[in-house]
């Protein structure tokens, strides 16, 4: 998929070396137990930037960046301020360097994404762009969602299948927990695939960027908690009838209340139908 953008992007800096010459000074070869998978095109990374929507005015934050290249794309592209988080102390020493380029607009912080409060790393109106270390993006994009109120928008870098997860319809093949937690937070797109070809090293299948955009309104962490407690154990026993798979959480009494069939199976269920017995599980009035 290709998106065509007008706007204009900042010129980065002529001193800047390659990203492969990068690489090499550093010793940055990826990682397998990181998870990563390295984007060295330009003109790939120029896209995912532009994906992102106008960046002018808009806090990033940016999750594993490696040798820099997305990064390079998002100052260019004029965003208020970039916020590199990264595991890696090598990559984190790439990023160092090119603070020395754009000391008013990027910033990094060594840390563990998955243990790390984002929202405090930059102001309002904040945006998450990145390409997710693969071994961690499904954790990340369930802990972003509990605060999806203090972002404006996430487009993130999954492998395929795991974008099409969270974007699947009921009724189909990928459509599961991922599916409706993420919906029933947020509009969900893929925008854009990309083959094993377009990494360095290539991983093992296709990827795919999914554009985020969270709703006006959000739910409380206690329904957020009744809504992963209801996917579990709808989906755990995908095979069962729902009166059978939420026996644990008092199915029928909860069916009853949600009105919803219980000799129907959960991947029948929309968004909207897990939000009422989300409420019901909390003991929230239906909407």
Known sequence: ??????????????????????????????????????????????????????????????????????????????????????????????????????????????????????????????????????????????????????????????????AERICARPDTTHYGRLAVISQWCADCHIVMKLPPGAFSPPPAVWSAVASITPHAEQPGPALFRAMEQVTAAAFGQRRKMLRGALKGLQGDKLLAKAEIDGTRRAETLSVTEFDRLARAHLGEPQI
């Open 1 to 162: 998929m290709c998106v065509s953008s007008s706007r204009e992007s900042r010129p980065l800096p002529p001193e800047l070396e390659s990203l492969a010459e990068v690489i090499r000074r550093h010793g940055l070869d990826a990682r397998k137990a990181l998870g990563q998978h390295f984007l060295l095109d330009p003109g790939i990374t120029e896209h995912i930037a532009a994906l992102a929507g106008k960046l002018e005015g808009q806090h990033v934050v940016e999750v594993g960046p490696g040798p820099g290249g997305l990064t390079r794309a998002l100052l260019a592209a004029g965003a208020a301020s970039v916020h590199a988080v990264e595991l890696d102390s090598r990559a984190v020493a790439v990023i160092e360097e090119l603070v020395r380029s754009y000391p008013q607009q990027l910033r990094v912080t060594e840390a563990d994404a998955l243990k790390t409060d984002l929202t405090t790393l930059c102001p309002a109106p904040r945006q998450i762009v990145a390409n997710l270390p693969y071994n961690v993006a499904t954790p990340l994009l369930i802990g972003w969602l509990r605060q999806a109120a203090a972002w404006q928008r996430l487009t993130l870098m999954f492998q395929l299948e795991v």
